[in-house]
Nanobody, 130 residues
C-alpha cells in the first residue's frame, strides 16, 4: 500500500510563488509516476502536471506551462521519494485544492486522467489573492 502526503499550500499574492511537496511511502520498492491535480468547489478535477517514474518525462496543462515546474527527488531508499511542484507567477485562477496522485507503470507516458491514478494525497489548499 502506498501513502501520499501532500503539503506546501498557502495564501500568496498574485505573482508570488509556492512549492508543493508530495511525499510517497509504503511497502513497495517500485517508484510511481506522479501527477498533480486541482479542484475548485463545484468544478471538475483538473490535471495540472505529471512526471514519469524515472523523471525523464513531464507534462503540463497549457494554462501552467512556463509557470509551474514538476520535479522529483528519488532517494537511495527507493521506497521513499518526493515529487515537487514549483509554482511561480501565480494567478488568482490558480486558486484550488491541489492533490498529488500516483500510479505504477514502467513506461514514460505521463497519465493525465484522474481515473488512471491509483493513490491520492489528502490535498493542500492554494489561495492566490489579486
Amino acid at each position: 500500500q502506498v501513502q501520499l502526503v501532500d503539503s506546501g499550500g498557502g495564501l500568496v499574492q498574485a505573482g508570488g510563488s509556492l512549492r508543493l511537496s508530495c511525499a510517497a511511502s509504503g511497502g513497495t520498492s517500485r517508484i510511481p509516476g506522479v501527477g498533480w491535480f486541482r479542484q475548485v468547489l463545484g468544478k471538475a478535477r483538473e490535471f495540472v502536471a505529471g512526471i514519469s517514474w524515472s523523471g525523464d518525462t513531464t507534462y503540463y496543462t497549457d494554462s501552467v506551462k512556463g509557470r509551474f515546474t514538476i520535479s522529483r527527488d528519488i532517494t537511495k531508499n527507493i521506497t521513499r521519494n518526493t515529487v515537487y511542484l514549483q509554482m511561480d507567477n501565480l494567478k488568482p485562477e490558480d486558486t484550488a485544492i491541489y492533490h498529488c496522485a500516483a500510479y505504477f507503470s514502467r513506461g514514460q507516458y505521463v497519465r493525465r486522467s484522474e481515473h488512471e491514478y491509483e493513490y491520492w494525497g489528502q490535498g493542500t489548499q492554494v489561495t492566490v489573492s489579486s
